[in-house]
Structure formats: structure tokens, C-alpha cells
């Protein structure tokens, strides 16, 4: 248990897990960079590019906003605009 409510670090991670997270956050950053710089100056807004690039900032601080499905879910979205 926690030593506090709401407390998430861990002391128990080891290096394989750290390697293996960081190498998940570059990819999830990649993915969501390669959406946001491929859409048409024309259809840039407010939701599809600040929003987005907002979450993944959350994302990195570990904050939740909206589960990673959801941001998988809104890029897909993205791609089809």
C-alpha cells in the first residue's frame, strides 16, 4: 500500500521496465507528433493540434486525463480527417 492516498511512486522498477517504458513514450510521442505535423495548415485547430499535443504532455507527467485507448482512439480520428 501507498504510503499516502493518491501516492504512485514505486521503488521496485528496474531497468528493463524503465527502458521498456521510455521506449513506449517515444513511440507514443512519435505517433502523436507525425498526426499533428501531417495535418493541412488549412485544418489545423484549437482541438486537433493543442488538445492533442496538451494530452501528451499529461501523458509524459503521468496524469490522467483520458486512458491511452483514448488518445490511440482521438489520433485515429485525426488520421481520418
Request: proline share 1%.
Amino acid at each position: 500500500m501507498a504510503a499516502c492516498p493518491g501516492n504512485r511512486m514505486h521503488w521496485d522498477i528496474t531497468t528493463d521496465y524503465i527502458a521498456s517504458e521510455t521506449d513506449q513514450l517515444i513511440s507514443e510521442s512519435k505517433a502523436v507528433y507525425d498526426v499533428v505535423g501531417g495535418l493541412d495548415s488549412s485544418a489545423v485547430t484549437y482541438d486537433n493540434v493543442i488538445k492533442v499535443l496538451l494530452h501528451l504532455i499529461f501523458v509524459v507527467l503521468n496524469i490522467e486525463v483520458m486512458s491511452n485507448d483514448g488518445l490511440s482512439t482521438h489520433l485515429e480520428h485525426l488520421k481520418g480527417e
